[in-house]
């Protein structure tokens, strides 16, 4: 019986371990067909693309996986994939704004609508929730083995154009308008490694999921993440505290 359940255990948490991999690899694959359909799609030509790339070898994830999500950005195979917004209210009335990636829009808008059905929740009509968020340009330079202090940091970030910094034990955010992100980027990763550098939606606001409603909300955005055609899952809410 112990052989059994550490079987079990191991299998779980393989299971578990298999699941967040897949997570990383399909936001990865996101930015990678972002990056290649904004720019060219040879990483020689698209500082962008190579900063994805780098970031896809990092996660180990595999290179048919990569060549597949630029290859969709460059039309190979005959498939066109869209970038659709979804906007909708999670239980307890919070806010929750879907990216998707998709080459049929019937589909994922059938699949978002029922999970956020399922869940206590409801899709609504484009502007219904944007307009609580702020789209920002967003770059991440890691502190560890970083030979910088904070206010060389800023001084850096803020020559090149950014708005804010925040900082943390592991990381620097930087905060850009949108149409800055490409030079701060540009500016920036003369001096560092960026780990990330994206435009991404961020609540002005938040609203605390009730007590009672904090299964459903989880429920939500769990089925939300693991829809292979979602990039992204923005939320207007923060759980009570000691909720993970």
């Known amino acids: 019986m112990s052989g059994h359940s550490k079987w079990h255990n191991i299998q779980g948490r393989k299971n578990a371990q298999d699941a967040k991999r897949g997570k990383i690899f399909q936001k990865i694959s996101r930015d990678l067909y972002q ?33 597949r999500a630029i290859d969709k950005a460059s039309g190979v195979g005959g498939a066109k994939f869209e970038e659709i917004t979804y906007e909708g209210y999670g239980p307890g009335g919070t806010a929750i704004m879907v990216a998707a990636l998709t080459d049929n829009k019937n589909r994922t808008a059938a699949a978002v609508r029922s999970a956020f059905t399922h869940h206590g929740g409801s899709l609504g009509a484009a502007g219904s929730v944007s307009y609580m968020f702020d789209r920002k340009g967003y770059i991440v330079i890691l502190r560890d083995g970083l030979d910088a202090d904070e206010d060389t940091v800023l001084m850096d970030a803020l020559d090149a154009g950014a708005d804010d910094m925040k900082t943390s034990d592991d990381e620097f955010e930087i ?70």
């Open 35 to 67: 990056a290649a359909k904004a720019g060219d799609p040879d990483p020689a030509n698209n500082p962008q693309l190579r900063l994805v790339m780098d970031k896809a070898r990092a996660a180990n994830m595999p290179k048919d996986n990569v060549q």
């Open 175 to 244: 905060f850009t308008d949108p149409s800055s992100l490409t030079s701060a980027r540009d500016a920036l990763q003369q001096k560092y490694n960026l780990d990330t550098a994206e435009v991404r939606m961020f609540p002005e606001n938040t609203t605390e999921v009730p007590e009672d409603k904090i299964s459903q909300y989880q429920g939500l955005i769990e089925e939300l993440e693991n829809n292979d055609d979602v990039s992204d899952v923005y939320e207007a809410a923060t759980l009570p505290e000691g909720v993970e």
